[in-house]
């Protein structure tokens, strides 16, 4: 009887684990859009380890100081739309797996252009802090 109750005890303690860093981890990912769509690369660099890979929607490869050149360039030029929906949190002990969908409103070439479609970014525990290991997207055509 003890065992069980210890077990029990343990499985809300990690239950409270991964429901805190699910919520910080949507954080993150909220804040990620909020600094792409500023082009504030020096925020992001906070939030990507530097390990990061990145593969866009159109199959364009770039590593972390790639990645961050090209927000910083603001090669992407958003018109005020940039978020995720449907977000799904998998917390693997020191690692987690954030999936979702993303809408995107950009100017390319003066036209107006909107996009969805998933992602699926890796996160991992460094000291303490989450940090993106890895991300990808995939556009969704209507």
Known sequence: MIL????????????????????MLLSLENAWNGAELKHDAKALDLLLADIFEYTDS???????????????KGVDQYD????????TVRVYGNSAVVTGQY?????????IVVESG????????QNGTW????????AIRH
């Open 4 to 23: 069980g109750a210890m077990c029990l005890a343990a499985g809300a303690q990690d239950g409270n684990a991964v429901n805190e860093a699910s919520a």
């Open 58 to 72: 159109d199959g364009t490869f770039m590593n972390r100081i790639q990645w961050l050149e090209h927000v910083k």
């Open 103 to 111: 809408r995107e409103r950009t100017k390319v070439k003066g036209k």
């Open 131 to 138: 940090k993106c290991a890895a991300s990808q997207s995939t």
């Open 80 to 87: 005020g739309q940039l978020g995720n929906s449907g977000m």
């Open 118 to 125: 998933r992602f699926t970014d890796v996160w991992i525990l």
